[in-house]
C-alpha cells in the first residue's frame, strides 16, 4: 500500500506514513444494513443533517451517507503528475547543488590556503608596470595550488564526503525525518551482499577491459587517467578509505537514494532509473567516466528498484571503485582478456540469482523492514507469516523448513507453467 499524500510505499499496519507524518485514511468498511425497517419513532432523526446518537451503530450516521458510500474527492484539489515531478526533481537538484557546494568549498578553501598571497601581492603591485610579469606570476601561483589540491585530492574527497553525508542528515532530522528511511537504507540477506560484491568487480573489469578493446581516441583515456591519478595516488589507507568506501556510500545516497525516493513516485521507477543514471553520468566530467558512469548508474538504480534499498548499490559500488586499485591501466594483456571472460560469467550468474530470482524464502526471513512484495497471494501469504512469526518470535525449526518447502513448491509450480 502507498501513502495517498507522497506515495511511498507503507508496512501493513501503518496509521501515519513514516516520510511525510500525514495519517493514512482508509474508508470505513460498508456498513451492515439492517434488513428490518426502522420502527417509527417520532424521536429517531430523519433529517440527515442531524448527528445520530452516540449509542446507536457506534455513533455513526447511516443516513448521512446511504449505503456507506463516502464523498467523492474534487479530482481538482489532486497535484498533476507534471507539478509533482517538478517538485520531485527540484528537490533532488537541491540535494545534488549541495553535494557539488560542500565539494566546492573544501576543495576552493585548501586552494585558498596554500597560495603564495605575499608573491601574489608584489605581482599586483607591478602589475600596473608590467602586466605580462603579473599574469605569469598568478599563472604560476596559481598552479601550485591546483598541484596541492591534486596531491590531497583523495583527503579532500573524504572530507567533502563525510560532510555531506553529516549535513544531509542533520537536515532530515531538523525536518523531523528519518535519514536512514529518506534515502532507503535498510537491511538484507547477508548472502546478497556477497553476490553484489562479486559483480561490482566484475562490472569493473567488464567496463574497463572492454573499453581498452574499442579503438577509442587515445585522448580520451589520457584525460580519464588524469581526472583520477591524483585520487588513486598518494597515502594508500586515505585513498581506499575515500575512493572505496565513504565516496560510493555518498554518491549512492546523492544519485540512488534520494532521487530514487522522490522521482520514483512522480515519475514511475524506470524513469527515475533513467534520470538518477543521467545525473551521475553528468557529475563524473570527463566523456569517458561519463558514458561508463551513467551505464553502472543504470545498473546500480535497477538493483534499488528490485530491492527497495541501496545497500546492494553500496556494496556493488564500493568493490566496482576498490578494482581500479589492482586492475591497472588501459594496455590490454592475456592475463585481462581472461578477467574479461571471467566477469561475463560472473555478471551474468550473479545478475541472475541476486536479481532475476529475488527474492528467495532467505530473502523473507531477513526482511526486517517489511519490504518484500509478492503479486502472487500464496507467496504474500507466506511472507505475512514470516513477519508475525518474527513479531512474536520463538519460531521452530520445523515451522521455517515447512514454509520454505511451501516458497519453493510454489516456484517449482510456477516454473512448470512457464514450460
Not at 169 to 187: Q, T, V
Not at 378 to 386: N, P
Request: glycine share 8%; aromatic share 10%; charged share 20%.
Amino acid at each position: 500500500m502507498n501513502c495517498p499524500h507522497c506515495g511511498r510505499d507503507l508496512r501493513d499496519g501503518d496509521r501515519f506514513c513514516p516520510s511525510c507524518g500525514k495519517p493514512v485514511t482508509t474508508p470505513d468498511p460498508k456498513p451492515e444494513q439492517n434488513p428490518d425497517p426502522a420502527p417509527e419513532n417520532p424521536g429517531t432523526p430523519a433529517d440527515p443533517g442531524i448527528p445520530a446518537d452516540p449509542g446507536i451503530n457506534g455513533g455513526r450516521n447511516d443516513y448521512a451517507f446511504p449505503d456507506g458510500a463516502a464523498p467523492i474527492p474534487d479530482p481538482r484539489n489532486r497535484p498533476s503528475r507534471v507539478a509533482a515531478a517538478l517538485k520531485a526533481i527540484a528537490a533532488v537538484v537541491l540535494y545534488l547543488f549541495l553535494f557539488v557546494g560542500i565539494q566546492s568549498c573544501v576543495i576552493g578553501n585548501y586552494a585558498a590556503s596554500r597560495m603564495d598571497t605575499g608573491a601574489l601581492t608584489i605581482a599586483a603591485q607591478d602589475a600596473a608596470n608590467d602586466p605580462e610579469a603579473f599574469q605569469s606570476a598568478f599563472a604560476e601561483i596559481m598552479r601550485q595550488a591546483l598541484d596541492a589540491v591534486m596531491e590531497k585530492q583523495a583527503l579532500l574527497t573524504l572530507i567533502s564526503s563525510l560532510l555531506t553525508i553529516l549535513v544531509i542528515c542533520l537536515l532530515f532530522r531538523l525536518r523531523r525525518r528519518r535519514p536512514l528511511e529518506e534515502f532507503a537504507l535498510y537491511p538484507v540477506n547477508p548472502r546478497r551482499l556477497i553476490q553484489f560484491a562479486l559483480l561490482g568487480t566484475a562490472l569493473n573489469v567488464f567496463l574497463s577491459v572492454g573499453l581498452s578493446l574499442i579503438p577509442l581516441p587515445e585522448e580520451l583515456f589520457e584525460m580519464q587517467e588524469m581526472q583520477y591519478a591524483g585520487i588513486l595516488e598518494g597515502n594508500l589507507f586515505v585513498s581506499l578509505l575515500s575512493v572505496g568506501i565513504v565516496g560510493p556510500i555518498t554518491e549512492e545516497i546523492v544519485f540512488r537514494g534520494i532521487p530514487m525516493t522522490r522521482l520514483g513516485p512522480a515519475i514511475g521507477g524506470w524513469g527515475a532509473v533513467f534520470v538518477s543514471s543521467v545525473l551521475f553520468g553528468l557529475a563524473h566530467g570527463t566523456p569517458l567516466a561519463i558514458g561508463y558512469a551513467f551505464l553502472i548508474g543504470m545498473v546500480f538504480a535497477a538493483v534499488y528498484l528490485r530491492y527497495g534499498t541501496i545497500l546492494p548499490g553500496i556494496v556493488c559500488h564500493c568493490f566496482f571503485n576498490l578494482t581500479s586499485f589492482w586492475l591497472g591501466g588501459s594496455e590490454v594483456t592475456a592475463w585481462q582478456i581472461a578477467l574479461l571472460a571471467a566477469s561475463v560469467l560472473i555478471l551474468g550468474w550473479t545478475w541472475f540469482s541476486a536479481v532475476i530470482r529475488y527474492p528467495r524464502f532467505d530473502d523473507v526471513l531477513y526482511d526486517r523492514a517489511g519490504r518484500i512484495r509478492s503479486e502472487d497471494p500464496r507467496k504474500q501469504a507466506i511472507i505475512e507469516e514470516c513477519r508475525r512469526i518474527r513479531t512474536e518470535g520463538g519460531a521452530e525449526m520445523a515451522e521455517i523448513r515447512e514454509l520454505a518447502e511451501k516458497w519453493d513448491q510454489i516456484n517449482r509450480n510456477q516454473q512448470g507453467q512457464d514450460k
